[in-house]
């Protein structure tokens, strides 16, 4: 970052190397997305014991599984005979085994070696030793959070805490009951752009005038780019004559159960480091994942969520996806124009903050200070 003698109005953004060195990408991958609690899957993308997803987290590929138990459970994907991937695909399901394609070492849905070609002639084999290495993982909000820490740091502090800090208490989001909803529709956007062009994006409404229309509409609070979503509490409310949270403002679904009425024609947005954005209107929630792939690409998972009873009887959505599905454009274009202006000259030393974008700042330091770790 450089300190400038800038007016008093503008802080710095971070340098645009931050955005383009492979080094510095290396560096996020080992200090942040290895190193804190990273959503990967959606628990119900796991129907049945033997359903697995391969989620890449940081520089390792990880195997999460729904095991005998009912539970889920994650392991680096790596055999431990030669070190061959066990699975290539990007999901499915096993019967009752992961075998390896290379000398088929063979480990159940909790991990264990349980048959290895010859194994029964090397009894000095530990089985429980040498199975898969095992990966922590919890479940929140209805979403598995894997942490490849040695020691990983606490949920409660790290994930629960960011949601807390937005909106005041964790019962806020508990209202909202997203363990319990379906998936109505699920879109994946492939963006050319630094992960942390599209966090800085999402802190911030200073763009919302300019690139999203509809969503100024439904929300004419976020015109003045101002309502930023780190006042603690606040939901940006509807415009008087907005019915529901739609492309067009026409009306929604029922409000779910759980959701209060101080709650009700409110829209709040949060940001949980370092890849997770949560949208909590009164009928839906959407909740955006987001891949680093590389320093200039990552990739975007969005799922909508509804009540169950609104999935099930195959209600129309479009007009309630529409909304966001657009605002996620706007926004992972405007990324993608920045993108390669970060490696411009005229970004060698950043640019600026204005002060309705100053926390951002915040995130830039916090950044900073874990790569020094
Ligand atoms: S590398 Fe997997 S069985 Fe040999
Ligand atoms: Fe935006």
């Known amino acids: 970052m450089t300190t400038t003698d800038l007016p008093a109005s503008l802080i710095p953004t971070l340098s ?25 899957v959606r628990s119900s993308d796991l129907p049945t014991p033997g359903s697995f997803k391969k989620v890449q987290v940081g520089s390792e590929s990880v195997l999460v599984v729904r095991s005998r138990d009912g539970q889920l459970r994650s392991f680096l994907n790596i055999c431990r005979h030669r070190g061959a991937q066990i699975c290539t ?21 909790e991990g264990k070696l349980v048959a290895a070609p010859n194994l029964t002639k090397m009894p000095d ?35 629960v805490g960011e949601i807390v800090e937005r909106l005041g208490s964790v019962e806020a989001i508990d209202h909202y009951q997203l363990d319990s909803l379906s998936v109505g ?6 963006v050319k752009a630094n992960w942390k062009l599209i966090i800085e994006n999402f802190m911030e409404c200073y763009h919302c005038a300019t690139i999203h229309p509809e969503l100024t509409e439904v929300l004419p609070e976020f015109a003045d780019g101002y309502a930023a979503q780190f006042f603690v509490g606040h939901g940006a409310e509807f415009g008087d004559d907005v ?5 067009d403002g026409s009306e929604g679904f029922d409000r779910l159960p759980g959701v209060e009425e101080d709650q009700d024609r409110r829209y709040y947005a949060i940001t949980v480091k370092p890849t997770v954005f949560v949208n909590l209107v009164p009928d839906h929630v959407i909740f955006h994942r987001m891949f680093p792939v590389s320093a200039d690409r990552t990739i975007v998972e969005c799922d909508w969520l509804y009540s169950h009873e609104v999935v099930e009887s195959g209600r129309d959505v479009t007009r309630s996806v529409e909304l966001f599905h657009r605002v996620n454009e706007q926004d992972f274009a405007a990324c993608e124009r920045t993108q390669p ?11 600026v903050l204005v002060p309705s974008e100053h926390h951002i ?10 790569l020094a770790r």
């Open 89 to 109: 695909e990007e999901s499915g399901a096993v019967k009752r085994a992961f075998q390896c394609p290379y000398h088929a070492w063979t480990y159940d849905l």
């Open 243 to 247: 019915q529901g949270f739609t492309v």
């Open 361 to 370: 700042g915040a995130f830039h330091d916090w950044l900073t200070q874990r």
């Open 125 to 159: 084999v530990d089985r429980v030793q040498y199975g898969l290495v095992p990966v922590a993982l919890r479940e929140w909000l209805g979403y598995a959070w894997v942490c490849l820490a040695k020691e990983p740091p606490s949920f409660e502090d790290e994930v």
């Open 16 to 40: 645009g190397q931050y955005y383009t060195d492979p080094a510095i990408f290396a560096l996020e991958q080992s200090h942040v997305f290895e190193d804190m609690w990273f959503c990967a």
């Open 185 to 190: 529709r699920r879109i994946t956007y492939d």
């Open 341 to 351: 202006a970060m490696s411009s000259r005229a970004y060698a030393n950043g640019g």
